[in-house]
């Protein structure tokens, strides 16, 4: 399931697409085991605990994000891998 979730997220850096919420909460597996990223709405429902604003009036998952995405609003592929690896 690693491996399917790095790839997913080499695909959309290929496409310099950045997720900016990257986390297995937004990770589902369809019925042959295939995981799928997305970015559930909901998340911020379940999980409200893990979303704060942080002045730009977006709420966004600041235990979870990386540090140059927090402190510079610099996001980038590299910060969702940091979502993803380190912090889960």
């Known amino acids: 399931?690693?491996?399917?979730?790095?790839?997913?997220?080499?695909?959309?850096?290929r496409?310099?697409?950045i997720h900016k919420d990257l986390a297995a909460r937004n990770c589902v597996?369809?019925?042959s085991l295939q995981v799928k990223i997305t970015?559930?709405?909901l998340s911020r429902?379940?999980?409200?605990?893990?979303?704060h604003c942080l002045g730009?009036?977006?709420?966004?998952?600041?235990?979870w994000m990386s540090l140059e995405s927090l402190v510079n609003k610099e996001f980038s592929s590299a910060g969702d891998v940091v979502s993803l690896v380190v912090f889960q």
């Open 56 to 63: 730009d009036n977006e709420n966004r998952p600041v235990r």
């Open 15 to 17: 496409r310099e697409v």
């Open 39 to 41: 970015d559930n709405a």
């Open 1 to 13: 399931m690693a491996i399917q979730i790095a790839c997913g997220m080499s695909y959309l850096a």
């Open 45 to 51: 429902d379940l999980f409200p605990m893990d979303y």
């Open 29 to 31: 597996i369809d019925e």
